[in-house]
């Protein structure tokens, strides 16, 4: 009888976002598999990491930090083999995902190398985008705006077309695309409506006007919220000044 395979949202990254049902199920569980970077630590594991029972069996899924599909194919494939054998087993498995693992997740991978043949249970969590959106202190949108999500590595024309059919617009991935985009919004004259969020959550997050940063790349986990519709936000919740007491 085959084991349970839980997607585990373990949220943005403070301990205390973790739902309490993602809480149960990650003590209960036997086995618990992580994604990390093949050039660091895995951020998941570490938002959950008080938590963790020394009995427990981790699988980590190291991921190359590489543009390629090819390589982390590979990867997911071997991964999906090892969870596999423990859920033949009879044994629960819970793999963990920052964020929610059906928004932008590394979980729908293996979700789709293993639930044709295993049960599984989706367990949400709370995203980056309304984390970004929280600690910003601005809502994401209201009545009938707009709000589109959109990847930074698209090209500039692709952007501005999707820019210029939205009221409100998050970027995602953002990385070494962030000089680029922060042109592409000055051109836009948008820069003005733009707030640039950095590990939200975090004891080192920041928060900054978009006009007020430079360079040429963002971490990982950074985001940009961009209004641009007819509620007075931009106006009331976007001076320097007021984003300034935010920085931290």
């Known amino acids: 009888m085959s ?23 990650l003590q209960r569980v036997k086995v618990v598999a992580w994604p990390a970077p093949d050039d660091g630590k895995s951020f998941a594991r570490s938002i959950v990491a008080e ?13 190359p930090m590489k543009t390629s599909r090819h390589p982390a194919k590979n990867v997911y494939d071997q991964a999906a083999t090892a969870i596999s054998l423990h859920l033949k087993s009879g044994s629960d ?17 293996l979700f789709e190398r293993l639930a044709a043949d295993h049960p599984c249970e989706i367990v949400p969590g709370v995203s980056s985008l309304m984390t970004a959106a929280a600690v910003l202190k601005r809502p994401l949108a209201a ?41 592409l919004l000055e051109r836009l004259d948008l820069l003005q409506n733009a707030a640039y969020v950095e590990r939200a959550s975090l004891p080192n997050q920041k928060i ?9 790349a963002a971490p990982y986990f ?3 919220l961009v209004y641009k519709g007819s509620e007075p936000w931009i106006e009331t919740l976007l001076p320097d000044a007021k984003l300034a007491e935010c920085v931290s």
Request: aromatic content about 8%; some cysteine; hydrophobic content about 50%.
């Open 222 to 224: 950074s985001m940009v």
């Open 51 to 63: 938590y963790l029972k020394a009995d427990q069996l981790e699988i980590p899924i190291i991921v």
């Open 208 to 216: 900054v006007p978009m006009s007020d940063i430079g360079g040429d």
């Open 143 to 183: 009545r009938n705006d707009v709000l589109t999500i959109i990847p930074a590595p698209l090209s500039d024309t692709e952007i501005e077309a999707r820019l210029a059919i939205s009221d409100a617009v998050a970027f995602i991935k953002v990385g070494r695309h962030f000089a680029r985009l922060r042109a």
């Open 3 to 25: 084991g349970l395979l839980y997607g585990l949202g373990v949220g943005p990254g403070d301990p205390e976002l973790i739902t309490l049902k993602a809480l149960r199920i």
């Open 93 to 109: 498995v819970a793999v963990l995902c920052e964020g929610d693992p059906f928004f932008y997740g590394s979980f729908m991978y």
